[in-house]
């Protein structure tokens, strides 16, 4: 068994931070790209960053300069920090990680997401 368990989301101000943290544990054999989903009241989920193992990444444009994605890969844990946060980015977070089970081969796990709130 695989679990992703996301910590770190709550309230903040407009122009405020938050860092969130997502720990994957379970039987896994090898740990691939993780990366950071987000889904906003009646939107679809969208990608917010993504990590390789070797560290390259990527962001959505609307978080490009304010967000900054980084993994462990020695406790398989992946974070993300936000910063410059706007009520924009109110959204429950998800944890996305692509995972090699010795049985079961390669698959993606999600976590069971947290919830960002932005105020004005």
């Known amino acids: 068994q695989v679990q992703l368990v996301e910590s770190g989301g709550g309230l903040v101000q407009a122009g405020g931070s938050l860092t969130l943290s997502c720990a994957a544990s379970?039987?896994?054999?090898?740990?691939?790209?993780m990366g950071w989903y987000r889904q906003a009241p009646g939107k679809q989920r969208e990608l917010v960053a993504t990590?390789?193992?070797?560290?390259?990444?990527n962001y959505a444009d609307s978080v490009k300069g304010r967000f900054t994605i980084s993994r462990d890969n020695a406790n398989n844990t992946v974070y993300l920090q936000m910063n410059s946060l706007k009520p924009e980015d109110t959204a429950v977070y998800y944890c996305?990680?692509?995972?090699?089970?010795?049985?079961?081969?390669?698959?993606?796990?999600w976590g069971k997401g947290t919830l960002v709130t932005v105020s004005i």
């Open positions: 996305n990680a692509f995972i090699t089970r010795r049985i079961l081969g390669r698959m993606d796990y």
């Open positions: 379970g039987s896994i054999f090898r740990l691939d790209a």
């Open positions: 990590i390789t193992t070797g560290g390259t990444f």
